[in-house]
């Protein structure tokens, strides 16, 4: 195996990664940093997770330890889809160059341009950016890119998904022709392919396997569920989803629920919240410091529940996620492969569950096909609960517990018999319970009035 002592970088960089706890490089690292230091261009197939941060950053750093930077030109850029991602590799860079003297900015939306604007006047060695941000600085007249040395495109299958593409170009005719890029996708789309055949000279390719398939120790599951009416389907897929996590007790002890639309984000995050579930949601739609807070939140464990779509999660480095909850089946099967991947990291045991409605077969089907193994059906803890159906008025009836923090008594007993318990209102303390909506002393027969919810029943 090879040591990063034998990659020649930068003593100073190797002194932090031996700091930051790293032993030996990742493949992606292994097969990228040589040719980067090379001066070549490299063309990197590794999704997130794989350590391709460090793969593109130790090189750079190495690099440009050698030389300053001059007023509002930066010597090397790095490209990110998502202003979360952006902040992420600057951690990822301030973590690496700590006992390098480097300069660095960190171009994004949501922060105003004054501050960046300063920090670019001054010069700077790397500048990190979303492509949108980027290209206001350069139009404002701010910023020169004939300096770039070292080019980097973090996540491009992303920006294409975002519909960056086109800023991108624009970005890499902006700058010479004789700079070095290093370009990383987790896959290769014929636009993709298009754009390193354009931009790339002779590039090395490194890829290496998606680590989420082969990931073990994520226990995967999916639901399928089919609502008692078209127009309950919603409501009674997050009060499946409220089962799920109840079911899974002090085992989950934090989680990020994935939704395929920013809106259901939103509605996911505030119905969860009115029953009493610690819950915040984070979207592109969402100004910058309430994402910040939000991730900051999860981070450090305050926040229990992250709802969130694709993008805004993307690359989210917190190493100790216990679920992933897929309130929707992802559209792109690839998508799943990402969004699993936010548990089970360094080496960790992992939960992964879906919840599939009729219409999203075919797109269980295709992850299915791209993860080459079938993913075990899980039961619906609520399927025998007849009743419920009637009474379930999402948000109508929030519960008096309150879900910040795992607690005992939310573990659902697990087995046949516990099963039993559980729909018999195991739980007396909950009264009418996200488990089924019982109402605690009227046994089984609950006559059906009751249930209904006093609007419902006005109505008749
Ligand atoms: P990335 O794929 O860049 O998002 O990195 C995923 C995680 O792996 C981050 O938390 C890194 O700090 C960590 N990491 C990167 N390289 C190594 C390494 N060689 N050994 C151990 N951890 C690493």
Redesign the pocket.
């Known amino acids: 195996m090879t040591k990063?002592s034998e990659l020649n970088l930068n003593p100073k960089v190797l002194k932090a990664?031996d700091e930051?706890?790293?032993?030996?490089?990742?493949p992606?690292?292994e097969g990228a940093i040589p040719p980067a230091l090379e001066g070549k261009d490299v063309l990197g197939i590794?999704?997130?997770?794989?350590?391709?941060?460090?793969?593109f950053t130790l090189p750079m750093i190495t690099l440009l330890a050698r030389g300053r930077a001059r007023a509002r030109m930066p010597r090397s850029l790095v490209l990110c889809p998502t202003r979360e991602l952006a902040a992420?590799v600057a951690e990822?860079f301030d973590?690496y160059a700590k006992h390098v003297k480097l300069t660095k900015a960190l171009l994004i939306g949501g922060v105003s341009f004054g501050e960046q604007d300063k920090l670019i006047d001054k010069g700077v060695d790397v500048l990190i950016a979303t492509p949108g941000r980027l290209l206001d600085h350069f139009e404002r007249g701010k910023l020169l890119l004939t300096g770039v040395q070292i080019m980097v495109v973090d996540e491009a299958d992303r920006m294409l998904d975002m519909g960056f593409i086109p800023d991108i170009e624009r970005i890499f005719s902006l700058t010479p022709f004789t700079r070095q890029t290093l370009f990383f996708s987790a896959t290769m789309a014929p636009e993709i392919e298009r754009i390193t055949n354009t931009f790339l000279s002779a590039p090395t390719r490194i890829e290496v396997a998606r680590q989420a398939t082969t990931s073990e120790n994520i226990e995967q599951s999916v639901v399928m569920f089919k609502g008692s009416r078209k127009d309950r389907e919603a409501s009674e897929k997050r009060k499946l989803l409220r089962a799920l996590i109840d079911a899974e007790g002090e085992k989950c002890t934090n989680a990020i629920i994935f939704c395929n639309r920013k809106m259901d984000v939103d509605i996911v995050a505030k119905s969860l919240k009115k029953y009493g579930y610690d819950a915040a949601p984070i979207h592109g739609d969402l100004d910058q410091s309430q994402r910040t807070r939000t991730l900051d939140g999860f981070r450090d464990g305050t926040l229990r529940f992250l709802v969130a779509s694709d993008v805004a999660a993307r690359?989210l480095?917190v190493?100790s996620v216990s679920h992933v909850f897929n309130f929707d089946v992802p559209g792109h099967a690839e998508d799943y492969v990402h969004r699993i991947g936010r548990t089970g990291?360094?080496g960790r045991d992992g939960t992964a569950m879906m919840i599939c409605v009729p219409r999203d077969e075919k797109n269980l089907d295709d992850i299915e096909r791209l993860v080459q193994r079938e993913i075990p059906r899980r039961d619906n803890p609520l399927k025998s609960e007849v009743k419920a159906t009637k009474s379930d008025k999402d948000d109508a009836a929030p519960k008096t517990d309150t879900r910040s923090k795992p607690k005992k008594s939310d573990a659902a007993p697990k087995g046949a018999a516990g099963k039993a318990k559980a729909e018999q209102g195991g739980s007396p303390s909950r009264g009418r319970s996200s488990g089924g909506d019982k109402v605690v002393g009227m046994g089984d027969h609950l006559p059906s009035f009751i249930a209904l919810s006093f609007e419902e029943r006005r109505a008749g």
């Open positions: 990063f990664i930051a706890g790293y032993e030996s490089p990742t992606i690292q590794a999704q997130t997770g794989t350590g391709k941060t460090a793969s992420q990822n973590t690359g480095d190493p990291r360094a």
